[in-house]
C-alpha cells in the first residue's frame, strides 16, 4: 500500500502565501513525478503543477509566476509555494504521483495516487 497526506491549506486573503506540503508513504519503489491539481465549486479538477524527476516542470498559465513546485526526494515530499494568491485561487488542491509500487506478493507495479485534498480559501 502506499498514499499521500497533503497539508498547509487555510484561509488568507488575497496576496497572501501558503505552503503545500505533499507526503507519500507505503510501499514506494520509485517516484516518477508527483504534481498539484486543484478544483474549485462547479469547475473541473485542473492541472496547477507538476514536477517529474526527469524533465520539465509544468504550471499552469494563471499560476505562473506565483506558485513554485519543489521536491525533496530523500523525503518523498512534494510542495507548493503559493505567493500573491488570488480569489480565483479559492480550491480544494490535490496531490498527485506517478509512482512504482514495490510489494512482497504483487512485486513491482506502476500507480497513481491522489491526496485527499487540502482547502485554500483566499478572501477578505
Known amino acids: 500500500q502506499a498514499q499521500l497526506e497533503e497539508s498547509g491549506g487555510g484561509l488568507v486573503q488575497p496576496g497572501g502565501s501558503l505552503r503545500l506540503s505533499c507526503i507519500a508513504s507505503?510501499?514506494?519503489?520509485?517516484?516518477?513525478?508527483m504534481g498539484w491539481y486543484r478544483q474549485a465549486p462547479g469547475k473541473q479538477r485542473e492541472l496547477v503543477a507538476s514536477m517529474p524527476s526527469t524533465g520539465v516542470t509544468t504550471y499552469a498559465d494563471s499560476v505562473k509566476g506565483r506558485f513554485t513546485i519543489s521536491r525533496d526526494d530523500s523525503k518523498n515530499t512534494a510542495y507548493l509555494q503559493m505567493n500573491s494568491l488570488e480569489p480565483e485561487d479559492t480550491a480544494v488542491y490535490y496531490c498527485?504521483?506517478?509512482?512504482?509500487?514495490?510489494?512482497?506478493?504483487?512485486?513491482?507495479?506502476?500507480?497513481?495516487?491522489w491526496g485527499q485534498g487540502t482547502q485554500v480559501t483566499v478572501s477578505s
Open positions: 498527485n504521483a506517478d509512482l512504482y509500487i514495490r510489494r512482497l506478493n504483487t512485486g513491482t507495479y506502476r500507480n497513481t495516487l
Open positions: 507505503g510501499d514506494i519503489f520509485l517516484i516518477k513525478a
